[in-house]
């Protein structure tokens, strides 16, 4: 009979689902494993990364459970966001009808892969059984703080109408759609990811080895911890009269205080309030005050990638130590959410400030001595301290010491950690979302909603245009009464991030569904499973998902809901499925759709070829003969089959009494074996197990023993199921009766090499190898030894022949 992959296929997936074989098991003594791919979007359509995501996880997941382990291995839709809206823009279909046929849709493309995923614990995140206990979390993080509401210059997309938080914003751009990214005063509210800031970065440390370098690498600079010195400036006597009582000094914030003898200007971020006071008098010229007004309409992103700019303000400032008199500016360099939106300038070892000094003709000193003698440039190494007379000839380490030391000590300054990482601003002003559980109340000000009320829905009668937020222009929705004292109040109209509900779905899927309606998580069952021992997914969530995850996992410990402090031991980044050199993606038109190779070939033959195509961490590029070479082989593996006997035990076979071929056959099984250790266990390198199972399926071929034959089909069917399972299951139910993998142990006989290599050296010289049987004896060997030896041996008197076993053989001869 041919190999028919589409019988065989449905038949053991029908199998599989009537057995419930992959849900989790509520034994929690056993031990586990949770394997997690990322969840998708329901975008409506099975993509090749998918596959490629999937197939991963399914191999590590039926894997364990081979090796006996309790596994959980989840899929579910993150299933709000703003492209079912858009399509209810465009083709007039509500989100929520849009959404659940997308993921009815995808959910059978799924099922076609023969993926190992659990039925009982499969979610959408727009579920409102999920919306609840997302809400819970909301007001739970209310009420401790780590929610706030502010209003606050966001970014915002004009196509998307929405904000964006700074981590979806990718050089300027909204991540969604590409547009530029405008700024825009909104309130909001803001998850404080700030609190855990130190944590975040610490915690990094936890993670290396188990996640790729990168991506702990991209946290930490995002985190961007830096600490050094916060000191007060004062202004001089003349500068307070101009600003009035309102200011006597402003702070500046430096990672070098051991530069402070080199300041020859400071500079004010135009959005500083000694500038906003200046801007009001006629201190500045007109043209001064044009040109903090141009600056301040630029976004941060347009004045970084503009040269730098500035305008003296007229007021001067005391340095600290040597009382010198110090300009002020305003520059275009300055951020004004970071440290104290003032700096020191010291051009002399901070390019930024040089380039402004250059500009504006301002003094450039220099007071650290390095390797670097350079003129045209700041040098911002490290070395020794000069023109510096408290800490002269102190290395850079020790001077920021003393200089701290002596601020602190004169109640001048303090040392301080500043972070990069903004609070994470989570209010969408669309309608396909999870409702933000609070209300307006005239008289009690923003409250939030009663447990009980919980989940806070969202209405389904509503009109999508695209134009404002149809939450608030939907005629009863919004008007509620206060939860505390009864009075009308409005319902707040923003929904929360999609990533909100990516941040905890992991958790909620260790939770045993039985508890789903009543519980956030069933802290028994997530105790159990979590950590996900396993996770797989794209390295673009380098910092959004994987950063937001991190801080839910900390943020939801501390609220007593989770017990540990990270949620991914170990990640997995996949490569992108690339076609003819490029990312695969309909605008490029080079899409190949798994539906189609499945159709064609099979879902095994689609599984084969990712993992055999390239190692899961890099690039895999579409190649249509692989994936027939990929049919081919698992077509071969079934011919073979055919001429395997079937039997219900597997041989117990004596190596040494085989062929030289036989031999050979079993040390390709037992190296594929051996390889699989690995490969499941640490390098997930697919392709180099699939390779050896190839080989020794070679090997087998070349031979005629029966036993040979059985086991080897016995142990490559097994090390192949998780990669192939549904042709690797049929075969070994036919052969073996048995599917269910016994541990094979590894034997250590198919190892020893049956040849020898022999040296032969004549007065200690090396004159000749030879490869040899193990057993042959010594008087054989000898004669050898001298044949191969002859020409260095003829006319010679023989003193001595020594045979050193397994090594080689030494001969003395005379003169
Ligand atoms: C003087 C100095 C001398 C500095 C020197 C650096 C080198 P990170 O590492 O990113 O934290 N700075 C401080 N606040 C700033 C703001 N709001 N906008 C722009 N720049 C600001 O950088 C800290 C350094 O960036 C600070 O140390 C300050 O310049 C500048 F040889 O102070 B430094
Ligand atoms: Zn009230």
């Given at each position: 009979?041919?190999?028919?992959p589409?019988?065989i296929?449905?038949?053991w997936?029908e199998i599989?689902?009537?057995?419930g074989e992959f849900?989790p098991?509520?034994?929690?003594t056993?031990?586990?494993k949770?394997?997690?791919?990322?969840f998708?979007?329901?975008s409506?359509?099975?993509?090749m990364g998918?596959?490629?995501?999937?197939t991963?996880?399914?191999?590590l997941?039926?894997?364990?459970r081979?090796?006996?382990?309790?596994?959980?291995?989840?899929?579910?839709?993150?299933s709000?966001?703003?492209?079912a809206?858009n399509?209810a823009?465009?083709h007039?279909?509500?989100?929520?009808k849009w959404?659940?046929?997308?993921?009815?849709?995808?959910k059978n493309?799924?099922?076609?892969?023969?993926?190992?995923?659990?039925k009982r614990r499969?979610?959408a995140t727009?579920?409102?059984i999920?919306?609840?206990?997302?809400?819970?979390?909301?007001?739970k993080?209310?009420?401790?703080g780590?929610?706030?509401?502010k209003?606050?210059?966001v970014?915002?997309c004009?196509h998307?109408?929405?904000v964006?938080?700074n981590e979806?914003?990718?050089e300027?751009?909204?991540?969604?759609?590409g547009?530029?990214?405008?700024q825009?005063?909104?309130?909001?509210?803001?998850?404080k990811?700030t609190?855990y800031?130190?944590e975040?970065?610490?915690?990094?440390?936890?993670?290396?080895g188990?996640?790729?370098?990168q991506?702990?690498?991209?946290q930490?600079?995002?985190i961007?911890k830096?600490?050094?010195?916060?000191?007060k400036?004062?202004?001089?006597?003349n500068?307070?009269?101009?600003?009035?009582d309102?200011f006597?000094g402003?702070?500046v914030?430096?990672?070098?205080p051991?530069?402070?003898?080199g300041?020859?200007?400071?500079?004010?971020?135009p959005?500083?309030?000694i500038?906003?006071t200046?801007l009001?008098?006629d201190?500045?010229?007109?043209?001064?005050k044009?040109?903090?007004?141009?600056?301040?309409?630029?976004s941060?992103?347009?004045r970084?990638?503009s040269d730098k700019d500035g305008?003296?303000l007229?007021?001067y400032v005391k340095?600290?130590?040597?009382?010198?008199?110090?300009p002020?500016w305003?520059?275009?360099?300055?951020?004004?959410?970071?440290g104290?939106?003032?700096?020191?300038a010291?051009p002399?070892?901070?390019?930024r400030?040089f380039?402004?000094?250059?500009?504006?003709?301002?003094?450039?000193?220099?007071?650290?001595k390095t390797n670097?003698?350079?003129e045209?440039?700041?040098?911002?190494?490290?070395?020794v301290a000069?023109n510096?007379?408290?800490i002269?000839?102190?290395?850079?380490e020790?001077?920021?010491?003393?200089?701290i030391?002596?601020?602190?000590s004169e109640?001048l300054g303090?040392?301080v950690?500043?972070f990069?990482?903004?609070?994470?601003?989570?209010?969408?002003?669309?309608?396909?979302?999870?409702?933000?559980?609070?209300?307006?109340?005239p008289k009690?000000?923003?409250?939030s909603e009663?447990?009980?009320n919980l989940?806070?829905t969202?209405p389904?009668?509503?009109?999508?245009?695209?134009?404002?937020?149809?939450l608030?222009?939907?005629?009863t929705?919004?008007?509620?009464k206060?939860?505390?004292?009864?009075?009308?109040?409005?319902?707040?109209?923003?929904t929360?991030?999609?990533?909100?509900e990516s941040?905890?779905?992991f958790?909620?899927?260790a939770?045993?569904e039985?508890t789903?309606?009543?519980?956030?998580?069933d802290?028994q069952s997530?105790?159990y499973?979590?950590?996900?021992?396993?996770?797989?997914?794209?390295?673009?969530?380098?910092?959004l998902?994987?950063?937001?995850a991190?801080?839910?996992?900390?943020a939801?410990?501390?609220?007593?809901?989770?017990?540990?402090?990270?949620?991914?031991k170990?990640?997995?980044?996949?490569?992108?499925v690339?076609?003819?050199?490029?990312?695969?993606?309909?605008?490029?038109g080079n899409v190949?759709?798994?539906?189609?190779i499945?159709?064609?070939y099979?879902a095994?033959t689609?599984r084969?070829f990712?993992?055999f195509?390239?190692?899961?961490?890099k690039e895999?590029e579409?190649?249509?003969s692989?994936?027939?070479g990929?049919?081919?082989?698992l077509?071969r593996?079934?011919d073979?089959a055919?001429?395997?006997k079937?039997v219900?035990?597997?041989p117990?076979?004596?190596?040494e009494?085989l062929s030289k071929?036989?031999?050979?056959?079993r040390?390709?099984v037992?190296?594929?074996?051996?390889?699989s250790q690995?490969?499941?266990?640490?390098s997930?390198?697919?392709?180099?197990?699939?390779?050896?199972c190839?080989?020794a399926?070679?090997?087998?071929n070349?031979?005629?023993n029966?036993e040979?034959?059985?086991?080897?089909?016995?142990?490559?069917l097994?090390?192949?199921?998780?990669?192939v399972?549904?042709i690797a299951s049929?075969?070994?139910?036919?052969?073996?009766?048995?599917r269910?993998?016994?541990?094979?142990?590894i034997?250590?006989?198919?190892f020893?090499k049956?040849?020898i290599?022999?040296a032969?050296t004549?007065?200690?010289?090396?004159?000749?190898?030879f490869?040899?049987?193990?057993?042959?004896s010594e008087?054989?060997?000898?004669?050898?030894?001298?044949?191969?030896?002859?020409?260095?041996l003829?006319?010679?008197e023989?003193?001595?022949?020594?045979?050193i076993?397994?090594?080689?053989?030494?001969?003395?001869?005379?003169?």
């Amino acid at each position: 009979m041919a190999y028919n992959p589409t019988q065989i296929e449905k038949k053991w997936q029908e199998i599989w689902a009537k057995n419930g074989e992959f849900e989790p098991k509520d034994d929690y003594t056993l031990p586990k494993k949770y394997i997690l791919s990322m969840f998708p979007y329901p975008s409506g359509r099975i993509h090749m990364g998918h596959v490629r995501n999937y197939t991963i996880g399914d191999a590590l997941a039926r894997y364990y459970r081979k090796q006996g382990f309790n596994v959980l291995h989840p899929i579910g839709f993150d299933s709000f966001g703003m492209p079912a809206e858009n399509a209810a823009i465009k083709h007039k279909i509500h989100p929520k009808k849009w959404t659940y046929e997308n993921i009815d849709y995808m959910k059978n493309e799924l099922a076609v892969l023969g993926l190992s995923f659990s039925k009982r614990r499969e979610l959408a995140t727009s579920d409102p059984i999920y919306t609840k206990w997302e809400q819970e979390f909301f007001i739970k993080m209310f009420e401790k703080g780590l929610v706030y509401r502010k209003l606050a210059v966001v970014n915002w997309c004009e196509h998307d109408q929405t904000v964006l938080a700074n981590e979806q914003v990718e050089e300027g751009c909204c991540w969604r759609c590409g547009n530029e990214v405008v700024q825009k005063e909104l309130p909001g509210y803001y998850l404080k990811i700030t609190d855990y800031a130190d944590e975040l970065l610490n915690d990094l440390k936890s993670l290396e080895g188990k996640w790729p370098s990168q991506v702990l690498t991209m946290q930490e600079n995002w985190i961007g911890k830096s600490s050094g010195l916060e000191f007060k400036l004062f202004l001089d006597e003349n500068s307070r009269e101009i600003l009035g009582d309102k200011f006597d000094g402003f702070s500046v914030f430096t990672t070098r205080p051991d530069t402070i003898y080199g300041v020859s200007y400071t500079a004010l971020a135009p959005e500083h309030e000694i500038v906003k006071t200046l801007l009001n008098t006629d201190i500045l010229s007109d043209e001064a005050k044009s040109k903090i007004k141009s600056i301040l309409n630029q976004s941060p992103r347009e004045r970084q990638a503009s040269d730098k700019d500035g305008v003296f303000l007229g007021i001067y400032v005391k340095h600290p130590l040597t009382d010198a008199k110090i300009p002020v500016w305003v520059a275009n360099f300055i951020l004004s959410d970071y440290g104290s939106g003032a700096i020191m300038a010291v051009p002399g070892h901070d390019q930024r400030d040089f380039e402004f000094a250059s500009k504006f003709n301002l003094p450039i000193l220099k007071v650290v001595k390095t390797n670097d003698e350079s003129e045209d440039r700041a040098n911002s190494d490290y070395g020794v301290a000069i023109n510096s007379p408290l800490i002269n000839g102190a290395k850079t380490e020790e001077a920021k010491e003393k200089i701290i030391a002596k601020f602190e000590s004169e109640n001048l300054g303090k040392r301080v950690v500043n972070f990069k990482i903004r609070d994470w601003g989570i209010s969408r002003q669309r309608y396909w979302g999870a409702p933000v559980p609070t209300i307006c109340c005239p008289k009690c000000g923003v409250v939030s909603e009663k447990l009980e009320n919980l989940p806070v829905t969202l209405p389904d009668d509503v009109e999508i245009t695209g134009e404002g937020n149809p939450l608030d222009k939907h005629p009863t929705w919004k008007f509620t009464k206060c939860p505390k004292c009864g009075t009308d109040a409005v319902r707040e109209t923003d929904t929360m991030d999609t990533f909100f509900e990516s941040s905890w779905y992991f958790a909620r899927y260790a939770s045993d569904e039985k508890t789903w309606d009543k519980t956030a998580l069933d802290r028994q069952s997530v105790d159990y499973w979590m950590s996900v021992d396993q996770y797989i997914g794209g390295i673009e969530h380098a910092i959004l998902h994987l950063l937001y995850a991190r801080f839910f996992q900390k943020a939801l410990r501390d609220l007593g809901y989770l017990r540990d402090s990270e949620p991914f031991k170990n990640l997995l980044t996949q490569g992108m499925v690339l076609k003819d050199g490029k990312k695969m993606s309909k605008s490029k038109g080079n899409v190949v759709d798994p539906d189609d190779i499945i159709h064609k070939y099979g879902a095994d033959t689609a599984r084969l070829f990712i993992l055999f195509a390239a190692p899961p961490q890099k690039e895999l590029e579409w190649n249509d003969s692989a994936v027939e070479g990929a049919f081919r082989f698992l077509n071969r593996l079934y011919d073979k089959a055919s001429s395997v006997k079937p039997v219900d035990k597997i041989p117990d076979i004596k190596h040494e009494n085989l062929s030289k071929d036989e031999k050979f056959a079993r040390l390709k099984v037992y190296e594929a074996l051996k390889k699989s250790q690995d490969v499941y266990n640490e390098s997930f390198t697919f392709n180099t197990l699939i390779a050896a199972c190839m080989e020794a399926l070679n090997a087998l071929n070349a031979q005629q023993n029966d036993e040979v034959n059985s086991e080897g089909f016995f142990i490559i069917l097994n090390l192949l199921e998780p990669i192939v399972p549904h042709i690797a299951s049929e075969l070994s139910k036919e052969l073996f009766g048995l599917r269910n993998f016994t541990k094979i142990a590894i034997k250590d006989e198919v190892f020893v090499k049956d040849t020898i290599n022999l040296a032969v050296t004549i007065n200690g010289k090396k004159r000749a190898e030879f490869e040899i049987s193990a057993d042959t004896s010594e008087d054989e060997i000898l004669k050898i030894a001298k044949e191969k030896t002859a020409k260095w041996l003829s006319g010679k008197e023989i003193l001595k022949e020594i045979y050193i076993k397994g090594k080689l053989v030494n001969i003395v001869v005379k003169g």
